[in-house]
């Protein structure tokens, strides 16, 4: 993406700081194909919550990944972090 530099990527499972400082979000892919309860995953400005979204336990349905595509990126002037609330999921995040 032009003017926001290179993007990279973090597989994560647990909650996790992904960037110290100012940077944006650019997506979220989210999968929870092996959880046994609903997750709640969450971006924040390192404090201030930017996203979040309740993923479906794979017991309630096939649960499929999803992509959240942020057009424009989020800005976050803190840092960026992912929390992940009541079960297990495996997110990739992209930010510059």
Not at 62 to 80: N, R, T, W, Y
């Amino acid at each position: 993406m032009a003017g926001y530099g290179n993007v990279t990527s973090s597989v994560i499972t647990a909650t996790t700081v992904l960037k110290v400082g100012a940077g944006y979000i650019h997506w979220a892919t989210v999968s929870n194909i092996h959880a046994n309860e609903s997750t709640l995953l969450t971006l924040s400005d390192t404090g201030t919550d930017v996203w979040a979204a309740t993923v479906e336990t794979s017991l309630d349905r096939d649960v499929l990944p999803f992509h959240a595509v942020f057009d424009p990126p989020i800005k976050c002037e803190v840092g960026i972090t992912a929390t992940i609330a009541n079960g297990t999921v495996q997110v990739s995040v992209g930010i510059s």
